[in-house]
Nanobody, 127 residues
């Protein structure tokens, strides 16, 4: 089992920045590929970003590419999502997720790639 706890959400004005953290506990963190997803009211959960076990490979949804960065610190069992140039359409509950299976053929965007999920943290971007 892996337990994931997100933090760092809040209210920010459009154009601002916010950093999210996801702390993992349980099994060895660096065995897991990590992802961030989000779900806006009335919409399906969608992929935001993902990172490989070593942190050398990162992947982003087109909607956040160039504005968001994902990183991890395996010594601290933590994955981060830095969000810049935020837009009202970025408003959502953000979830981090962990999975043991390697990324291939673009499967990093699929929810079923990940076995463990956090409870989520709310991000609200005002216009």
């Amino acid at each position: 089992q892996v337990q994931l706890v997100e933090s760092g959400g809040g209210l920010v004005q459009a154009g601002g920045s916010l950093g999210l953290s996801c702390a993992a506990s349980g099994r060895t963190f660096n065995n897991y590929y990590m992802g961030w997803f989000r779900q806006a009211p009335g919409k399906e959960r969608e992929f935001v970003a993902a990172i490989s076990r070593s942190g050398t490979s990162t992947y982003f949804a087109d909607s956040v590419k160039g504005r968001f960065t994902i990183s991890r610190d395996n010594a601290k069992n933590t994955v981060y999502l830095q969000m810049n140039s935020l837009k009202p359409e970025d408003t959502a509950v953000y979830y981090c997720a962990a999975g043991p299976r390697p990324f291939y053929s673009g499967n990093y965007y699929a929810s079923n790639q990940y076995d463990y999920w956090g409870q989520g943290t709310q991000v609200t971007v005002s216009s």
